[in-house]
T-cell receptor, first 115, second 111 residues
Framework: EAQVTQNPRYLITVTGKKLTVTCSQN?????MSWYRQDPGLGLRQIYY???????DKGDVPEGYKVSRKEKRNFPLILESPSPNQTSLYFC??????????????FGPGTRLLVL | QKEVEQDPGPLSVPEGAIVSLNCTYS??????FMWYRQYSRKGPELLMY????GNKEDGRFTAQVDKSSKYISLFIRDSQPSDSATYLC???????????FGSGTQLTVLP
């Protein structure tokens, strides 16, 4: 089954404790992206990757890191989480980035609480 | 001012009603318009997309774009309880990597 998977689905952590949220897709997609979703603010893009070893900042990259060493994986790293990073996180992937080849498939989400 | 404004609702309608969901945007460079549906505890899924002013139909769903007013709408005919979800508009100037999302409208269709 074609899908985007994220782990963990739920995470409670404390301020400053490094964490990684994994994202994997099995569709051989070139483009992958991370979003956070907050009430009243909708989905905001954190980072995206056009292909292996190619990443770029989205709208809200502060406090996050990403890497794209393999085509299928795009982990999101919080080196020193803070309470304002408490949010619902989505990974997404698409075949490409040009319109009409770009249907983005979203993962199930990771709900993060930083105490 | 946000680039994309969307009434968050919540919106509650009886089964069979016609539902109208709307977004306004400020940047005239936006050319492509999408609607995503997000069920509770799930990721968003693409429902419809369009790139021109006018209407586009897909079954019970119609997407409408008015570029002169910078206004987009999604109409749901004969709404069903299974349509209960949050609907997000998403707009881009030309590349899916730069999608700007509305905040979403929560819809409940009552049986």
């Amino acid at each position: 089954e074609a899908q985007v998977t994220q782990n963990p689905r739920y995470l409670i952590t404390v301020t400053g404790k490094k964490l990684t949220v994994t994202c994997s897709q099995n569709m051989n997609h070139e483009y992958m992206s991370w979003y956070r979703q907050d009430p009243g603010l909708g989905l905001r893009q954190i980072y995206y990757s056009m292909n292996v070893e190619v990443t770029d900042k989205g709208d809200v990259p502060e406090g996050y890191k990403v890497s794209r060493k393999e085509k299928r994986n795009f982990p999101l790293i919080l080196e020193s989480p803070s309470p304002n990073q408490t949010s619902l996180y989505f990974c997404a992937s698409s075949l490409g980035t040009e319109f009409l080849q770009e249907t983005q498939y979203f993962g199930p989400g990771t709900r993060l609480l930083v105490l | 001012q946000k680039e994309v404004e969307q009434d968050p609702g919540p919106l509650s309608v009886p089964e069979g009603a016609i539902v109208s969901l709307n977004c306004t945007y400020s940047n005239s460079a936006f050319q492509y318009f999408m609607w995503y549906r997000q069920y509770s505890r799930k990721g968003p899924e693409l429902l419809m997309y369009t790139y021109s002013s006018g209407n586009k139909e897909d079954g019970r769903f119609t997407a409408q774009v008015d570029k002169s007013s910078k206004y987009i709408s999604l109409f749901i005919r004969d709404s069903q309880p299974s349509d209960s979800a949050t609907y997000l508009c998403a707009i881009t100037s030309g590349s899916a990597r730069q999608l700007t999302f509305g905040s979403g409208t929560q819809l409940t269709v009552l049986p």
